[in-house]
Nanobody, 120 residues
Framework: VQLQASGGGLVQTGGSLRLACAAS????????MGWYRQAPGKQRDVVATITSTGRTKYLDSVKEGRFTISRDNGKNTVYLQMNSLNAEDTAVYFC??????????????WGQGTQVTVSS
């Protein structure tokens, strides 16, 4: 199973970005997909996750509509719409998936990371 993320970049404060991550390979069950982020000198934190049935969880600082996670189960793709971005959102964003492959054993998978930089 491979995860390919895209959509990062440089944006001004208050701007928006949309991240996408596609899972590929022999996927039997795709249970959870999500996004984590890691700022320089800080630990990796969960930003948002979504189950195959659409249940979502968000980091407190991105709730209230600032970030929205969604997924397309048919394409094994997860999206993160990020609005009202501020400097504290600057980080490398990592795609995550909890997936069962050909052996039916669920495992954690990570994408390569995509840089999001918010400038003032």
């Amino acid at each position: 199973v491979q995860l390919q993320a895209s959509g990062g970049g440089l944006v001004q404060t208050g701007g928006s970005l949309r991240l996408a991550c596609a899972a590929s390979g022999s996927i039997i069950s795709n249970f959870v997909m999500g996004w984590y982020r890691q700022a320089p000198g800080k630990q990796r934190d969960v930003v948002a996750t979504i189950t195959s049935t659409g249940r979502t969880k968000y980091l407190d600082s991105v709730k209230e509509g600032r970030f929205t996670i969604s997924r397309d189960n048919g394409k094994n793709t997860v999206y993160l719409q990020m609005n009202s971005l501020n400097a504290e959102d600057t980080a490398v964003y990592f795609c995550y998936a909890y997936v069962a492959g050909r052996d039916f054993v669920p495992r954690d998978y990570w994408g390569q990371g995509t840089q999001v930089t918010v400038s003032s």
